[in-house]
């Protein structure tokens, strides 16, 4: 069905909780990407994976880690969730090998850290 | 940054009009995507145009890719209220895994 599902899609934490957003893939992508979302920052690229435990940073990986054990899976971890983490995450696949033409992305998590 | 500043902008229309959002790019690129992302929705592909083409049209889309120029535009033509939504033009970066994102053109479309 050419899906990319994030779970969940709200969450609110408190400073210092952990967190895991979790994202799914159908389509047996091998490359997936996690991406922050802030106005007036656009999408900034947090980490990505080429398969299954072959990850590597973005842009922006401070305070985040991830975990692929699944090529269809793909985790977020932020341990010890800070108040500058809210934001909008979101996770895409691509096909991926050479040059990436297209990203499908899912829907998102809207992360609030209180 | 691999974009220029012009791609932050808001532009509000009337529906039925025709709108053209640009971007300009700082290093050479062989791709540039097209995104739309809608209240709410993650991002989505509208358009794809390559180096060798120097427009590619879908439906009401019509993408340009001016290597010379570095820069590259998205036309809507006969806007809905349905098009409201922020742009985003991207490319591969010199890690082609990664695409870096432009911050994006706010367009709102009156109904």
């Known amino acids: 069905d050419m899906k990319v599902t994030q779970m969940p899609r709200y969450l609110i934490k408190r400073m210092g909780e952990n967190v895991l957003l979790e994202c799914g893939q159908d389509m047996s992508h091998e490359t997936m990407y996690w991406y922050r979302q802030d106005p007036g920052l656009g999408l900034q690229l947090i980490y990505i994976?080429?398969?299954?435990?072959?990850?590597s940073e973005g842009d922006i990986p401070k305070g985040y880690r991830v975990s692929r054990k699944k090529r269809e899976h793909f985790s977020l971890i932020l341990d010890s969730a800070k108040t500058n983490q809210t934001s909008v995450y979101f996770c895409a696949s691509s096909p991926g090998t050479g040059v990436v033409e297209r990203l499908f992305f899912g829907h998102g998590t809207k992360l609030s850290v209180l | 940054s691999q974009w220029g500043e012009e791609n932050l902008q808001a532009l509000s229309i009337q529906e039925g009009e025709d709108v053209t959002m640009n971007c300009s790019y700082k290093t050479y690129t062989t791709v540039v995507q097209w995104y739309r992302q809608k209240s709410g929705k993650g991002p989505a592909q509208l358009i794809l145009i390559r180096s060798n083409e120097r427009e590619k049209r879908s439906g009401r889309l019509r993408a340009t890719l001016d290597t010379s120029s570095q820069s590259s535009s998205l036309s809507i033509t006969g806007t809905l209220a349905t098009d409201t939504a922020v742009y985003f033009c991207a490319t591969p970066d010199t890690n082609a895994y990664k695409v870096i994102f432009g911050k994006g053109t706010h367009l709102h479309v009156l109904p």
């Open positions: 994976s080429y398969d299954v435990d072959s990850n």
